[in-house]
Nanobody, 115 residues
């Protein structure tokens, strides 16, 4: 069965960087569109970035404003999110999602930005 495992979260200082990974198995990663979402306490889950199966990317500009970079390595069945210039408002649980033809979610990784 499909499995998505996020890693790389943790505590970062404002202005710092983190790199999240989403390692997948159990489905044909290369044909899937992949996305990063996040959910802060008391807020709805929101899209952060998306990379399609041709590696074309889109971003939630309001949320990340050029600070984040999404990428994928089809040879490793893994998606990444490079997060730079982190802000306290980036604090959330970050989830990866695979979609088309089916939809799969990971369990999430906590990112906390605080001094």
């Amino acid at each position: 069965q499909a499995r998505l495992v996020e890693s790389g979260g943790g505590l970062a200082q404002p202005g710092g960087s983190l790199r999240l990974s989403c390692a997948t198995s159990g489905f044909t990663f290369s044909i899937y569109h992949m996305s990063w979402y996040r959910q802060a306490p008391g807020k709805e889950r929101e899209l952060v970035a998306k990379i399609d199966n041709s590696a074309r990317t889109t971003y939630n500009d309001d949320a990340v404003k050029g600070r984040f970079i999404v990428s994928r390595d089809d040879s490793r069945n893994t998606m990444y999110l490079q997060m730079n210039n982190l802000k306290p408002e980036d604090t959330a649980v970050y989830y990866c999602k695979a979609e088309w033809p089916s939809i799969y979610w990971g369990q999430g990784t906590q990112v906390t930005v605080s001094s």
